[in-house]
């Protein structure tokens, strides 16, 4: 069974920056490729952003790009997602997953993280 512990969530004010992180309790497959989700108050959860397992082949939402970075370190299974000019908006739980299709679908993802809260202040 693969766990997924996120970490690195807090609160921050506007315009600032958070890293998250995403241990995996066991090594990845090359073909893993490993996402970030995020679920706002009220709102469904929605695909932030993904990276396949071996390279640095991403994918971001249009609402985080330019801002978000992921990336990941192999020989530590873990997993990022660097947040930088934080927005309210981006006020959410982030929840980590991995599949193994190169996709934004939640349905494509057969592993999740618990999540971590990320809070941004005005």
């Known amino acids: 069974q693969v766990q997924l512990v996120e970490s690195g969530g807090g609160s921050v004010q506007a315009g600032g920056s958070l890293r998250l992180s995403c241990a995996a309790s066991?090594?990845?497959?090359?073909?893993?490729?490993m996402g970030w989700f995020r679920q706002a108050p009220g709102k469904e959860r929605e695909f932030v952003a993904l990276?396949?397992?071996?390279?640095?082949?991403?994918l971001y939402a249009d609402s985080v790009k330019g801002r978000f970075t992921i990336s990941n370190d192999n020989p530590k299974n873990t997993m990022y997602l660097q947040m930088n000019n934080l927005k309210v908006e981006d006020t959410a739980v982030y929840y980590c997953a991995r599949g193994s299709q190169y996709s934004s679908a939640q349905s494509d993802y057969e592993y999740w993280g618990q999540g971590t809260q990320v809070t941004v202040a005005s």
């Open positions: 990276i396949r397992w071996r390279g640095t082949s991403a």
């Open positions: 066991s090594r990845p497959f090359s073909s893993t490729v």
